[in-house]
Nanobody, 117 residues
Framework: QVQLVESGGGLVQAGGSLRLSCAAS????????MGWYRQTPVNQRELVAL????????NYANSVKGRFTISRDNAKNTVYLQMNSLKPEDTAVYYC??????????WGQGTQVTVSS
């Protein structure tokens, strides 16, 4: 089992920045990939950024490329999402996700990000 605890959401003006954190505990060695998703009341949960443990390759949604950066601190078992040049359409609940080598999904509780215009 893996437990994920998110932090760092909040209210920010358009053009501003936020950094989300996701601290993992438990069976960390079983993790193959980690990422961030977001969801609004209208839209389905969508992938924002993904990082593979092996090789460290990353992938981003087209809507956030060049503005968001996913990174991790192995010593702290923490993955981050640096969000710059935020737009009102980035407003959503952001969820941390880890996937094990067996394909098991683990989710954080979600953190609200609100971008005002």
């Amino acid at each position: 089992q893996v437990q994920l605890v998110e932090s760092g959401g909040g209210l920010v003006q358009a053009g501003g920045s936020l950094r989300l954190s996701c601290a993992a505990s438990g069976s960390i060695r079983s993790i193959n990939a980690m990422g961030w998703y977001r969801q609004t009341p209208v839209n389905q949960r969508e992938l924002v950024a993904l990082m593979l443990i092996s090789g460290g390759s990353t992938n981003y949604a087209n809507s956030v490329k060049g503005r968001f950066t996913i990174s991790r601190d192995n010593a702290k078992n923490t993955v981050y999402l640096q969000m710059n040049s935020l737009k009102p359409e980035d407003t959503a609940v952001y969820y941390c996700n880890h996937v094990s080598w067996r394909g098991t999904d683990y989710w954080g509780q979600g953190t609200q990000v609100t971008v005002s215009s």
